[in-house]
């Protein structure tokens, strides 16, 4: 799977979680019992901003987890290029 299907997947997590927060229906409280703020509530009140900052979070977690496992050694020094460089640093010495 490509950064982009990477990227897609958590796009659509981040929507649906918002669409769900968005349609809960917030339960009137009892006057005896104090009303304990949830994740939910947070949610909420972080508004768009909050939501595009959620959603950018995920983007870049899974941006990085993508190029964690795709990166090698061999993808960004080649191997020819690094026995140079270690005859050069064995000149230097």
């Known amino acids: ?5 990477i990227l897609v997947i958590a796009l659509v997590a981040v929507l649906v979680a918002l669409c ?3 349609q809960a229906e917030p ?6 019992e104090v009303r304990k703020i949830t994740w939910l509530d ?10 595009l ?3 950018l979070s995920v983007i870049s977690l ?9 990166i ?7 191997p ?3 026995g140079e460089i270690e005859v050069l640093f064995e000149d230097e010495a």
């Open 1 to 5: 799977m490509g950064s982009k299907g």
């Open 20 to 22: 769900a927060a968005a």
């Open 27 to 32: 339960q009137a409280p009892e006057e005896e």
């Open 42 to 51: 947070t949610l909420l009140a972080g508004g768009i901003i909050g939501g």
């Open 53 to 55: 900052i959620i959603a």
């Open 62 to 70: 899974a941006l990085a987890i993508e190029h964690f496992v795709n």
């Open 72 to 78: 090698r050694r061999e993808k960004v020094i080649p």
């Open 80 to 82: 020819e290029l690094q």
